[in-house]
């Protein structure tokens, strides 16, 4: 992807060094272009050295402009990157002004736009200030990113931090990823469930949730509103997603069941333990006094209770998508539970050996619906979320 990045002058501009760099390392192009105020806070030759192009910063410079003329750089772009933006940037880009370098490129481009704001609290909350981030956010081909909260460098404490770079780079791929599931609310599971035996011991499996977040990141990309309930794990939630951590099964189906309803799309992605010790120990129990047969009981089967509430062609209510990790047989296994469990639709994907779907950063799934199936794989879990997602897409669409 080829990004142009904007730096205004605003202390964060340090951090915009930080997002270069991390472009950079994804395999981005990326070109730079400084107002004058930005060079007060950092030099023009550290985003030269990290980016490994020219840096723009004059409207009038014959050299730059004989390199790669602002026209052509507003051709270049996929995508538009300005951060920090300040307010005074801000003032002036919704006043249609093109006085430097980078508003002139902005009112030329067709490329998408995201703008990360930058400044002190009070700032930021001012009713001028929100009146233009309003009339960006409306603008349709601008993104703006919200500012975090925390200690600012005047050391106050609020709203106007610009976010990590593995926020806006996520808000640069939303700009540019087709809004498949614009207006959808999609609740997705993740992760593996623990059973208490005692508060040392547990029932688990080898789950990291990998897939999960990355259907999450994925579906929110896509322009989806997506709430993640997901067990333990050691993964960041995605931005932009709402995350509600749990323990257990029985955890997990109050978090489910009470939210599904009112979702558009399901997709029960999460490991979730089968079964539970009957008797739970409030203290940890010492070896030579645990009996060797552990008593279990059954948890709730929450895609088969979703299924009973939701499946089929003539139900109302979301789009339920099943997932199975199975050794063997995975295509005739994962059809036959789709089926059982009523889903609309199902991933199945082999565990065990070599290729096991468990912890691997790629792998190969079978996507199946009541009308096809679909190998897909080898490939990262954000491309099988990427095709699974777009199957759940166009299922919606023509319910």
Request: hydrophobic share 45%; charged share 20%; with cysteine.
């Amino acid at each position: 992807m080829k990004v142009l990045l904007g730096v205004t002058g605003g202390i964060a501009a340090y951090k915009a060094a930080e997002i270069t760099r991390a472009l950079v390392k994804r395999g981005d192009e990326v070109r730079v272009v400084m107002s004058a105020g930005a060079r007060e806070f950092i030099t023009p030759l550290t985003f030269q050295v990290l980016s490994g192009n020219p840096v723009g910063t004059e409207i009038f410079d014959p050299n730059y402009e004989s390199e790669i003329g602002h026209i052509e750089l507003a051709r270049w772009a996929d995508v538009v990157l300005v951060a920090p933006a300040t307010a005074n940037f801000i003032a002036r880009l919704c006043a249609g002004m093109s006085d430097d370098l980078l508003t002139t490129v902005l009112l030329a481009t067709r490329a998408p736009v995201v703008i990360a704001p930058a400044m002190n609290t009070q700032m930021w909350g001012h009713v001028f200030v929100q009146r233009n981030i309003a009339m960006l956010a409306e603008h349709p081909g601008y993104h703006v990113v919200d500012p975090d909260s925390g200690e600012l460098a005047c050391k106050e404490v609020g709203a106007g931090r610009l976010p990590d770079p593995e926020v806006v780079l996520e808000a640069l791929d939303r700009a540019r990823a087709p809004q498949l599931l614009a207006g959808h609310r999609v609740l997705i599971s993740a992760g593996p469930t623990r059973e208490a035996i005692d508060p040392a011991r547990f029932l688990s499996n080898p789950s990291t949730g990998k897939m999960g977040f990355a259907l999450a990141r994925v579906a929110h990309r896509m322009g989806a509103r997506v709430t993640l309930v997901a067990g333990p794990t050691t993964l960041r939630a995605p931005a932009g997603v709402e995350s509600i951590p749990v323990n257990t099964a029985r955890e997990m189906h109050s978090a489910i069941t009470t939210r599904a309803e009112s979702m558009d799309i399901v997709v029960m992605a999460a490991a979730v333990a089968d079964w539970r010790p009957k008797i739970v120990n409030d203290s940890k129990q010492t070896k030579s006094s645990i009996s060797p047969t552990l008593e279990l009981e059954a948890n709730p089967d929450i895609l088969a209770e979703l299924g009973a509430r939701f499946g089929g062609s003539d139900a109302s209510g979301p789009l339920l998508v099943g997932f199975a990790a199975e050794s063997d047989y995975i295509k005739e296994r994962g059809l036959a539970k789709m089926q059982r469990k009523q889903a609309h639709m199902l991933v199945a994907n082999k565990i065990g050996g070599p290729d096991s779907a468990f912890g691997a950063d790629s792998s190969s799934v079978v996507i199946l619906t009541a009308e096809s199936s679909m190998e897909v794989g080898p490939a990262t879990k954000e491309e099988l979320a990427t095709r699974i997602l777009q199957v759940a897409a166009a299922i919606q669409k023509s319910r």
